[in-house]
């Protein structure tokens, strides 16, 4: 299936590793470089110490007027000027889980204003959001990030705003996994 996809943590791939900053509960072992694979990865291949598997999927909260303002400003992943990568795997808790889709969307839009926020900071940041509860995976989302290195403290405000709502009182696992994009596609 071409939306399923692996974050190989390793030795090679396209983005070297600045930084993994667990922000709440564990973090990830250090390695050199993580490659972003279109395909299942069912073992951490040789000299590397991690996959995460995602798969790619259709919108669950955003309706049809927010997915017209996004569609409108949203940049394309792989812009030459993109530099910087941020890999934020996320897990979100029990209780977030056991509400219903319309409790849910209500926290996440109407009481936190994500897309509303996040809006503001496009087209400078390109993202893609990949889901993987569904897989048994450590984490619920893989949210994926690109940027020119001048919108770095654009994108750190972002994320403080983004913590400071109450959709983040349900987060109860966030790593940061900084990437600067490599000259050389592997070691
Ligand atoms: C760059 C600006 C951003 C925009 C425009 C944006 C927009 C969105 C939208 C529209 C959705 C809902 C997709 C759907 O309806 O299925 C979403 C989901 C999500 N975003 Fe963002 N976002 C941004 C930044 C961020 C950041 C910085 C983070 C993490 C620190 C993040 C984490 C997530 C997560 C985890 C979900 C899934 C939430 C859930 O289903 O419970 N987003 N985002």
């Known amino acids: 299936m071409d939306n399923r996809y692996s974050f190989v943590g390793g030795d090679r791939g396209t983005w070297r590793v600045a930084e993994i900053r667990a922000i709440v509960g564990d973090g990830l072992a250090a390695v050199d ?6 395909q299942a990865v069912a073992e951490v291949p040789p000299n590397s110490r991690w996959v995460l598997q995602s798969f790619t999927s259709n919108i669950r909260y955003a309706k049809r007027d927010e997915i017209t303002q996004l569609r409108a400003v949203q940049p394309s992943l792989n812009r030459s000027e ?4 941020v890999l934020i795997p996320i897990k979100k808790n029990a209780q977030w889980w056991a509400m219903a889709q319309d409790e849910r969307r209500a926290i996440f839009e109407e009481q936190s204003h994500h897309t509303a926020t996040g809006l503001e900071y496009l087209p400078q940041v390109a993202r893609q959001l990949h889901h993987c509860r569904d897989l048994g995976e450590p984490f619920d989302f893989l949210t994926w990030f690109e940027f020119a290195p001048e919108h770095t403290q654009a ?20 790593v940061e996994v900084w990437l600067h994009r490599a000259l050389e596609r592997s070691l």
């Open 33 to 38: 470089r993580v490659d972003v694979v279109n």
């Open 82 to 85: 993109a530099a910087i990568a």
């Open 155 to 174: 994108f750190n405000e972002l994320l403080m705003r983004m913590r400071d709502t109450k959709e983040w009182n349900y987060v109860e696992c966030e």
